[in-house]
């Protein structure tokens, strides 16, 4: 079994910066992806992709982030981290982290975090 712990989140002016963390344990061969997804107020469906590192460190963005935020990785640590610069009222959302890989005994594993909560307001 893979758990995500997320930290990081918290209370920001528009234009501010966080840094959310994600740090992957458990039955962990080895990581493919890491990544980034979101969940906006009202919106109790939909999880939206921000942001998506691949093993070989090709890297995916949402239209709506790009040139603000940047996702890296530790593959040591099993950690991926998500840095948003000029973060605006709409950002605000519940963040979650998710990662696929495989684990110790053969399978495919694909994991959630908790969520960590993301305010930007004035």
């Known amino acids: 079994q893979v758990q995500l712990e997320e930290s990081g989140g918290g209370l920001v002016q528009p234009g501010g910066s966080l840094r959310l963390s994600c740090a992957a344990s458990g039955s962990i061969f080895s990581i493919n992806t890491m990544g980034w997804y979101r969940q906006a107020p009202g919106n109790q469906r939909d999880r939206e992709l921000v942001?998506?590192?691949?093993?070989?460190?090709?890297?995916i963005y949402a239209d709506r982030v790009k040139g603000r935020f940047t996702i890296s990785r530790d593959n040591a640590k099993n950690t991926v981290y998500l840095q948003m610069n000029s973060l605006k009222l709409e950002d605000t959302a519940v963040y979650y982290c998710?990662?696929?890989?495989?684990?110790?005994?053969?399978?495919?594993?694909?994991?959630w975090g908790q969520g960590t909560q993301v305010t930007v307001s004035s």
């Open positions: 998710n990662a696929h890989g495989l684990g110790y005994l053969g399978a495919d594993f694909g994991a």
């Open positions: 942001a998506v590192i691949i093993s070989d460190g090709n890297t």
